[in-house]
């Protein structure tokens, strides 16, 4: 083995996770289209489908975006009347989100998407649980080194 073997793209677990999530998430741009939706709104839109209301922050948390990113997103989504921003009560620093009547009318129109990407996915039931656990146990622990 030759001391450059590690810089070969071949051998980057990096690589393929970046390629499938790109490729993935080209998958998605026709069915959001429909919804004028872009990947990252709509998966905001699945946390506050879930939530129904929380502040920017934890947000941030459940997406892995700082403020930065999350901000100018936000706003789009509040153009569009799918959430509603406002500081909260107890601490003005503290902004709030929360779904609209038009954001979880949003909801019905996205029901379908999850069964249409999984045909784009060739994984049996237990190998895609397997991937997701594999990838969640990458992802806490490379966020907790920061």
């Given amino acids: 083995m030759d001391k450059y073997d590690c810089l070969k793209l071949e051998n980057q677990i990096c690589f393929p996770l970046y390629a499938v999530a790109k490729e993935t998430t080209r998958k998605y741009k026709p069915y959001l289209e429909k919804l004028d939706l872009t990947y990252t709104q709509y998966i905001c839109m699945m946390v506050m489908w879930e939530h129904k209301q929380m502040n920017v922050k934890t947000l941030g948390k459940h997406l892995y975006l ?3 990113t999350l901000t100018p997103l936000l706003k789009k989504l509040e153009d569009k009347g799918y959430i509603r921003r ?3 009560k107890d601490d003005e620093r503290n902004l709030n989100v929360e779904i609209t009547p038009l954001g979880e009318e949003l909801r019905d129109k996205a029901l379908n998407i999850p ?3 999984g045909k784009c996915v060739a ?8 991937l997701y656990k594999i990838l969640y146990k990458m992802l806490g622990t490379i966020s907790q080194e920061e």
């Fill in 115 to 117: 069964m249409e990407m």
């Fill in 66 to 68: 700082d403020s930065g």
């Fill in 123 to 130: 994984l049996t039931k237990e190998e895609t649980e397997f």
């Fill in 86 to 88: 406002d500081r909260s």
